[in-house]
């Protein structure tokens, strides 16, 4: 019997050594990646992203998606067409409550704040448009449909009592688009919210073809009308070469679904941080990552797995 029962707990503590083995791999399986135009920083963010997953966690196959960003990336990781999704806090917050253009609250949680967005508004450098105002009647790009910058210009537009239905006339175009819009005439103006600096803004920037319109009226109107999501932000002249104006910001969030595991989200988290190094040689904005704001998500609720993460972070 002794034997037996000696066999017994020998055979437990191998399993239980088994166990732990497997519970020390890492996590595995697909990593689809919503970003948005190939213009913006959240698809070069993405693609940093996606490098670090492919070198730090192997067992998992990131896949980088070009979408119309941020209500779009909501969609789709409600619906499983992507694991991980890049969005701003006011799309968010849509999402949460359930408001227009959804139906009902989503479920979706937060890995980090990442940084800020910046709303930028831009002209041709010999444009006679120099305010938000100016822009009745102009044919003006609005951001893509279910982006994060139709949701902020809709917002804008309607504290400075116009109507993009009937005061402009309205184009839905992506950061490349609207940037070749602006450049062929098809547009007089296009307004894209995204980091510092976007790409495709910098080229045109570069070329000395455009400037961008100041907003500083703007910031506290919105924040007084839609809360405090929105702050006043500056671009400086070293961002660009363009004269420095101020703007509204709003801050970035990755989003995930409420049903990944928590291992998952815990390494992802981790890795945010580990390698942020890493991801800051895909875009500068990365660098702007810290413990002490990452994990302000407000409205959404930070995921179990990042909450974790934090815990163990502030406790080393």
Do not use: W
């Not at 067992?59 to 890049?86: C, H, K, W, Y």
């Amino acid at each position: 019997m002794r034997r037996f029962l000696a066999k017994l707990a020998a055979g437990v503590a191998a399993f239980a050594l088994l166990l732990a083995a497997c519970s020390d791999e890492g996590p595995e399986g697909p990593l689809r990646i919503a970003t948005g135009g190939s213009g913006g920083v959240y698809y070069e963010y993405g693609n940093g992203l996606a490098d670090v997953v492919d070198a730090h966690l192997p067992d998992l196959q990131p896949e980088v998606l070009t979408t119309a960003a941020s209500l779009e990336n909501i969609r789709m990781v409600v619906a499983g067409e992507a694991e991980i999704g890049f969005s701003l806090a006011d799309s968010v917050e849509l999402a949460v409550i359930g408001a227009e253009p959804f139906d009902q609250p989503q479920p979706i949680r937060a890995l980090a704040r990442l940084y800020d967005n910046y709303v930028h508004l831009a002209v041709t450098a010999d444009s006679d448009i120099r305010t938000l105002a100016d822009l009745r009647g102009h044919p003006v790009s609005t951001g893509a449909a279910d982006s994060g910058t139709e949701v902020i210009v809709n917002r804008l537009l309607q504290v400075a009592e116009m109507d993009p239905a009937v005061d402009l006339q309205r184009h839905r175009l992506n950061i490349d688009e609207s940037a070749a819009a602006l450049m062929n005439g098809e547009i007089t103006a296009f307004f894209f919210s995204a980091g510092l600096p976007t790409e495709a803004i910098r080229r045109l920037a570069d070329e000395d073809e455009i400037r961008l319109i100041d907003l500083a009226e703007m910031a506290p109107v919105m924040r007084s009308e839609y809360g405090e999501l929105y702050s006043e932000r500056s671009i400086p002249h070293s961002v660009y070469g363009l004269l420095p104006i101020t703007t509204i910001g709003v801050p970035n969030y990755l989003v995930v679904s409420a049903e990944m595991d928590d291992s998952l989200a815990y390494a992802l988290t981790e890795l945010l941080f580990s390698a942020r190094d890493e991801l800051a040689e895909a875009h500068p904005e990365a660098r702007r990552l810290n413990l002490r704001a990452a994990f302000s998500t407000y409205p959404v609720e930070l995921h179990p797995g990042a909450v974790e993460y934090y815990r163990d972070a502030r406790r080393s």
